[in-house]
């Protein structure tokens, strides 16, 4: 069991720029998440999905795109990077029956946008 | 919307002390799951404890233990006998319960975040 694996571990993209976070779990998790970490502002959530086929937006949008096609991947897409896109990047599942409410993190994405 | 807040930037402690971090967080819902992470320098994201608002009892993992204060919104982690492994950045997350005991898809709201370091 691999858990939440993300991919790259690291990345340095130029303004402008387009690239894919990659994000896979292997527990059958219906629930994936993505959240950006900055310094002093904790996790934000950026969209969500609750299952294959269905997403939504969080609280910090703007900027990326998602999609899931399937249970196991939920990539995150910056279109065209942005400075303010630099931070370091996180997928989580969990599951979705009554009171799981453990989120299952994966290892992180630092990302830097010159 | 919920929000969380964490008001001391860092904090330290010498080894084998006790520590408490704070934590308050604003909200209208009545059902929620209250949570903390620790984030040592690997980045991974660890479980700490969690406290489900409908228990009055305040959770214990171990050396790790909270005050829970639901009329004052109010979330401590208390840290006891520190050890140098416990040196991390802290977050304190909320997160709403649906219906029949469900979670939110999974939606979390966390607060900004204590660096504790624990000295030798």
């Known amino acids: 069991n691999a858990g939440v694996t993300q991919t790259p571990k690291f990345q340095v993209l130029k303004t402008g720029q387009s690239m894919t976070l990659q994000c896979a779990q292997d527990?059958?998790?219906?629930?994936m998440s993505w959240y950006r970490q900055d310094p002093g502002m904790g996790l934000r959530l950026i969209h969500y999905s609750v299952g294959a086929g269905i997403t939504d937006q969080g609280e910090v949008p703007n900027g990326y795109n998602v999609s899931r096609s399937t249970t196991e991947d939920f990539p995150l897409r910056l279109l065209s990077a942005a400075p303010s896109q630099t931070s370091v990047y996180f997928c989580a599942s969990s599951y979705s029956w009554r009171g799981a409410y453990e989120q299952y993190f994966g290892p992180g994405t630092r990302l830097t946008v010159t | 919307a919920q929000t969380v807040t964490q008001s001391q930037p860092e904090m330290s402690v010498q080894e084998a002390e006790t520590v408490t971090l704070s934590c308050t967080y604003d909200t209208s819902e009545s059902n929620y799951y209250l949570f903390w992470y620790k984030q040592p320098p690997s980045r991974q994201m660890i479980l700490v404890i969690r406290?489900?608002?409908?228990?009055?009892q305040n959770a214990t993992e171990n050396r790790f233990s909270v005050n829970f204060q639901k009329a004052a919104k109010s979330f401590c982690l208390k840290i006891s006998d520190s050890q140098l492994g416990d040196t991390a950045m802290y977050f304190c997350a909320f997160m709403k319960q649906t219906g029949a005991g469900g979670t939110s898809y999974g939606k979390l709201t966390f607060g900004q975040g204590t660096i504790l370091t624990v000295h030798p």
């Open positions: 406290q489900e608002a409908y228990k009055q």
């Open positions: 527990m059958n998790h219906e629930y």
